[in-house]
């Protein structure tokens, strides 16, 4: 089985930054595609970005783009997301996620799920 879990959200301003990390349970983490998403209350889970296995392609959501930014370490099985401007809008808990597919914006694609890391941001 694939373990993840995130870390690094928390309680910040708005216009200030934070970075995320998911670590892989296995070595196999780099053959997999990972994405990241997001679900604040009352609202669907949202794509956010992702990443193909050797960092060849990348893709976010229109509203982070310019802001955030995904990246992966295969040999720490390690996937970061980076986000810069934080608006009050960004307050979810995200998610990060393993496919042994290509890269998507479909939740169901991917196979194996953190559990989640709280991101709060203020105004």
């Known amino acids: 089985q694939v373990q993840l879990v995130e870390s690094g959200g928390g309680l910040v301003q708005a216009g200030d930054s934070l970075r995320l990390s998911c670590a892989a349970s296995r070595r196999t983490f780099s053959s997999d595609a990972m994405g990241w998403f997001r679900q604040a209350p009352g609202k669907e889970r949202e794509f956010v970005a992702a990443?193909?296995?050797?960092?060849?392609?990348?893709s976010y959501t229109d509203s982070v783009k310019g802001r955030f930014t995904i990246s992966r370490d295969n040999a720490k099985n390690t996937v970061y997301l980076r986000m810069n401007s934080l608006k009050p809008e960004d307050a979810a808990v995200y998610y990060c996620?393993?496919?042994?597919?290509?890269?998507?914006?479909?939740?169901?694609?991917?196979?194996?799920w953190g559990q989640g890391t709280q991101v709060t941001v203020s105004s």
């Open positions: 990443i193909s296995w050797n960092g060849g392609k990348i």
């Open positions: 996620a393993a496919s042994p597919l290509d890269i998507s914006d479909r939740f169901d694609r991917y196979d194996y």
